[in-house]
DNA sequence: ACATCATGTGGAATCGATTCCATAATGATG
DNA sequence: CATCATTATGGAATCGATTCCACATGATGT
């Protein structure tokens, strides 16, 4: 592989000229900078960033933790993540948290240990471990998806979302909701959304009735699974149901179809996220569009603001959302 | 940032124990151990695998790029590799090609300025300056998705799936049937699957209708609209539609459902991809399982083999695929 | 005529690790 | 007791870039 070494000596010049040449910095003259842009063509030179980043002590590289790769919420956000950083000079080094905590931890340490600028962690948790582990890095750590608390974050306003769905649900006239949440260790999702659902029934002075609030884990077989429960368990069927997640709230649907309930008619559905398949099952689902694009760039654009401005100013950003009332709900 | 050297000086060895003691190489004493060991944990010291990289010429990263980030195929390629990668113990750097080839050759030349390991292309054409700019390169690339020429690749066997499934739906006493493909620069995608769909009804002697024959651009929409045309330019109405991936597939469901036309009674319809719309959508959409997945580990597998190998030898491995006939074919 | 300044260039240190080589102490061998 | 292998350690070069500083040249100003 050729180095700046070898452009210098085939130029003529020293390593601080070529250097000069590379970075458009200092006096060069234009005899010398012909010489070295023809010798770099000649020979396919470029510039290893390793060395730079090694000596600039900047890589310009951020790690991006997910929780899982392969999801539809993941790789929307990863995109947004991305627009922003190739548009900024940054690469992106992806990180798989396979759901734990260990491992989201494990990965902080790689990415530290890669000496990336920065590192934008999708939470699942709000676990002490994983705060302590953030804490006793010397890496800016921004989280998208769960306010965690002594680093910037954005957030999805989760209760508002869930509440405002519930609510929506309540004046369609339908009185008795069923629920399918998620573990509590993911606060997000398994608390605030749930959070949400609970309040808005009880403003209206009602209250779930026992089996009617279930959990699954966030697979639609899981959802059809809870939708079972739901449906076996309740003294009274029913007439709605609100999953925390579009494939949740898929399964249920399967569930509805396979014992021939009708959806809407008999028992409407919902579920947060606006996923793809929300749209083209039957009925379509209503759910809540997060914009989890958006919510990557904002989170990448706080990020890259802290880089820049050295400041420790901590930043919390709530995102919107949409209610999208489709086929599943009328 | 802690170093090496402020370990060495604080546990009174010298840089080369300390590095002795971090790669388990060479002699050292017990009690040397034990000290760097402590003075390790107390700092909180973390190894910079830069300038490790820099001195051994490996820096366990390998470079991916995707012609899409957000895209349901791309991300199951992505978790593919990177079970593999994790395993073997590198990190996987993600770029965007944007769908465009000037994109790929650039983040090829940037991934080469990082001196990443190699490079996994999804590959999306085979234009003659991809190929060029693969070659002038000195890091190894392999492909997944086209057959590169003059490198490794991975590659499903498009042509096949394709034919076995217009066999398929000839088999079930369809004539007329349609087909939705895409532009041809996309080689696998737009030529090989045409020429499977093409051969199959040769070999039954016969041969499409005018304007049975439409192209999309992998979105849903343009699927509905080459549906449209099919519909609305062909004088015999086709009795069922092959469509070259699962969205193309969808958008020809929504325009049949949109005008009416039962399915599959009436026209049935098939895609590609098994993606995670085509089991919930109604009715069911017949389709490929190609194994993304399976596809991303064999791909990431045949790089580190090059990688350890320093053989020159080129590979091709053909992925299988997997019919299913669901309820949009019957 | 001489100090001053803009321009142009290169030597050498540096970033944070690894690794070759020299050296020293210790114990075993004949 | 000389010789030699084994164990233990550190000095210094190295990877490929950037950057500080010294120095040279020629033009300009007074």
Redo the contacts between chains.
């Keep these: ?1 050729v180095t700046i070494r070898d452009i210098a000596s085939l130029a003529g010049v020293s390593r601080t000229t070529v250097s000069r040449v590379l970075n458009g910095s200092g006096y060069v003259s234009e005899q010398a900078r012909k010489r070295v842009m023809e010798v770099i063509e000649e020979t ?1 030179y ?6 730079k ?2 000596r600039t002590k900047k ?1 310009n ?1 951020i790690g991006v933790i997910l929780p ?5 919420t ?3 956000v ?2 947004g993540i ?1 627009t922003v950083l ?1 548009r900024e000079g940054y ?6 948290a396979k759901l734990k905590v260990e491992k989201e931890i494990e990965q902080l ?2 990415l ?4 990336v600028d920065g590192i934008i962690l999708l939470a699942t948790n709000k676990e002490d471990r994983l705060l302590k582990a953030i804490e ?1 890095l ?1 890496v800016p750590v921004v989280a998208l998806g769960q306010d965690l608390p002594s680093i910037s974050s954005v957030i999805y306003d989760d209760y508002h979302a869930a509440r405002e769905m519930t609510e929506a649900i309540l004046k369609k006239g339908r009185n008795r909701i069923g629920f399918i949440g998620v573990y509590e260790s993911d606060h997000a999702v398994g608390v605030l959304r749930k959070q949400g659902y609970l309040d808005a029934l009880e403003a209206e002075g009602k209250t779930p009735e026992e089996g009617w609030i279930q959990k699954g884990d966030f697979t ?1 077989e899981s959802g059809y699974r809870a939708m079972k429960s739901i449906w076996e368990s309740a003294d009274r069927k029913p007439d709605a149901v609100f999953a925390v997640t579009d494939r949740l709230a ?1 399964g249920a649907l ?1 569930y509805l179809r396979a014992i021939g309930v009708k959806t809407p008619e008999e028992t409407a559905v919902a579920g947060i996220g606006n996923s ?2 929300s749209k ?3 009925p379509s689902l209503s759910t809540v569009d997060y914009n989890n ?1 958006e919510a990557g760039m904002r989170t990448a654009e706080l990020l890259l603001e802290r880089l820049n401005s050295s400041g420790e100013n901590r930043e919390k950003i709530v995102m919107g959302y949409r209610l999208l009332i489709r086929d599943s709900l009328r």
């Design positions: 592989m396919g470029v510039p290893s960033e390793q060395a980043a090694l890589s590289v899982k790769i392969s999801t539809e993941a790789s929307r990863a995109d991305d190739n690469q992106m080094i992806l990180a798989n340490k790689l530290e240990s890669r000496r006793s010397s639609a898929v399967e793809e398949i083209y099952v039957t694009e």
